[in-house]
Antibody
């Protein structure tokens, strides 16, 4: 059974940093592109980052480019999101998601999410 | 940047009715659309990919259609458990989501 378990969320002050983790199991982690998707309270979904199987390629929307860094450790079946210079608008539940077979761009598996609150 | 616009924002439907919700892309996205269902307090679930392909295990009352800029998710004979938010997503290049349609069951 595919499982994605996020951790690392919490309350952080504006301008500070936070690193999220996602522990994957139930599939060969190194074979799949992985992503982070966030959802602000009572709002819709926003794709945040994607990383290739080896980690050599990363993709971001303009809203987080230069502030967020996605990475992975295939030996540990773990995905990470380093978030720097956090803003109040980064407050959201952050989901870890697995790209589809053939690493196409839909997400069939999602974690339960970890809440990040950016506030002073 | 391509914008995905969903309509209506919300709808209230009776069990057994047929419901149609829309997703419009600001530019041609060919068939590069997915649909997700998200129930309160849960993670999203994939329903449809490449505009019309039903994902494994998704009931056949869910049907996706469309090409280019206009897409539709249809639910035939709505069930009480279909109450949720529904999101479309562009699945090429920038993976933009629509703002969602809330489906309530009367």
């Amino acid at each position: 059974e595919v499982q994605l378990v996020e951790s690392g969320g919490g309350l952080v002050q504006p301008g500070r940093s936070l690193k999220l983790s996602c522990a994957a199991s139930g599939f060969t982690f190194s074979n799949y592109y992985m992503a982070w998707v966030r959802q602000a309270p009572k709002k819709g979904l926003e794709w945040v980052a994607t990383i290739s199987t080896s980690g050599s390629r990363t993709y971001y929307p303009d809203s987080v480019k230069g502030r967020f860094t996605i990475s992975r450790d295939n030996a540990k079946s773990s995905l990470y999101l380093q978030m720097n210079s956090l803003k109040s608008e980064d407050t959201a539940t952050y989901y870890c998601a697995r790209h589809s077979e053939l690493n196409l761009n839909w997400f069939a598996y999602w974690g339960q999410g970890t809440l990040v609150t950016v506030s002073s | 940047n391509i914008v995905m616009t969903q309509s209506p924002k919300s709808m209230s439907i009776s069990v057994g009715d047929r419901v149609t919700m829309n997703c419009k892309a600001s530019q041609n996205v060919y068939n590069n659309i997915a649909w997700y269902q998200q129930k309160p307090g849960q993670s999203p679930k994939l329903l449809i990919y490449y505009a019309s392909n039903r994902y494994n295990g998704v009931p056949d009352r869910f049907t996706g259609s469309g090409y280019g800029t206009d897409f539709t998710l249809t639910i035939n004979s709505v069930q009480a458990e279909d109450a949720a938010f529904y999101y479309c997503q562009r699945i090429y290049n920038s993976l933009t989501f629509g703002s969602g349609t809330k489906l309530e069951i009367k």
